[in-house]
């Protein structure tokens, strides 16, 4: 058996999920990463975390990064074994734990790990990984939708989350996003993130320009309404939707150029080689 096999039974036989799971099916399709995209716009609305993010994190200075630390993060709980979950789970929440900022106007601290927080981040994650299989498949049935949404509740639990507080289905999922509207808000964190939204940088190649563009609206079309109107690019709902079908054909393209078993086998070599192997030794 060759070490890629050995590690890919491992990861089947031992991980949370595994390839009978809706989560292998979701997370392994391309149109995960502009589901992810969505979760980070409207995590951005809860403007109590982004003013803790903005005073404890290099949000402004590292975004690529993080987004490579997160990537990482996911590819390692869905997609990897048992002892490399849990460990990414605990680094999370050790992470969590020290991110503490007290305002000094109000006195009042803000705490990284706080539980409405957690929930929040989330729901936002599982939310748009399904709204954007709606728009840009893989299509699913409501058992699976239901499923998916109770097989994350394991995702939610390592980083210390309640689960029982979380939704069961996809109806109930849908129900609290539309819930935390009345307190969201464009905070200057959020408006500072998403700047490219409102003014995209025009330079270079047109064609690359083009569709980068496009694909930013796709991805943008997929936010609740009341998200679009926070951040301000409300009013052209033709252009969205124009964009969400050309963006559903770039997204057909790009599982014809990489097989989910190939993607599967990538990310597991990743998750191999990953510095939470260390958990091997011990």
């Known amino acids: 058996m060759t070490e890629r ?6 990861v089947a036989n031992d991980g949370y999920f595994g390839p009978g799971s809706v989560s292998w099916i979701l997370f392994s ?6 589901g992810g995209v969505v979760a980070i716009l ?7 975390m982004m003013r803790l993010f903005a005073q404890t994190s290099g949000y402004a200075t590292d975004v690529d990064g993080r987004a490579e630390r997160t990537g990482r993060y996911i590819d390692t ?18 992470m969590h734990q020290h991110a503490n900022w007290t305002d000094p106007q109000t006195g009042v601290q803000l705490r990284a790990n706080t539980h409405d927080w957690l929930v929040w981040t989330h729901n936002t994650l599982v939310w748009g990984i399904l709204r954007a299989a709606d728009a840009f498949g893989p299509e699913l049935s409501v058992h699976q939708q239901d499923d998916f949404v109770s097989e994350q509740h394991k ?3 390592l980083v210390g989350i309640e689960p029982t507080v979380l939704a069961c289905t996809r109806a109930e999922l849908d129900a609290y996003m539309e819930a935390q509207k009345t307190w969201m808000a464009l905070s200057l964190p959020a408006a500072e993130i998403s700047r490219g ?9 047109p064609a690359k320009i083009w569709a980068g563009v496009v694909v930013q609206d796709g991805v943008l079309s997929l936010l609740p309404e009341w998200a679009r109107l926070l951040y301000g690019i409300e009013g052209r709902p033709m252009n969205l939707l124009s964009a969400a079908r050309v963006t559903r054909g770039f997204i057909a393209g790009a599982r014809k150029n990489v097989s989910r078993a190939e993607l599967i086998s990538e990310v597991t070599e990743r998750v191999r080689t990953h510095p939470y192997r260390k958990v091997r030794q011990r």
């Open 5 to 10: 096999t050995s590690t890919e039974a491992t």
């Open 29 to 34: 399709d391309p149109s995960a990463k502009l």
């Open 42 to 48: 409207l995590q951005a609305l809860n403007p109590m």
């Open 77 to 94: 709980t869905i997609f990897g074994d048992r002892a490399h979950a849990d460990a990414a789970g605990a680094s999370v929440r050790r």
């Open 155 to 157: 995702a939610a639990s």
């Open 197 to 205: 939204l409102r003014k995209p940088n025009l330079r270079g190649n």
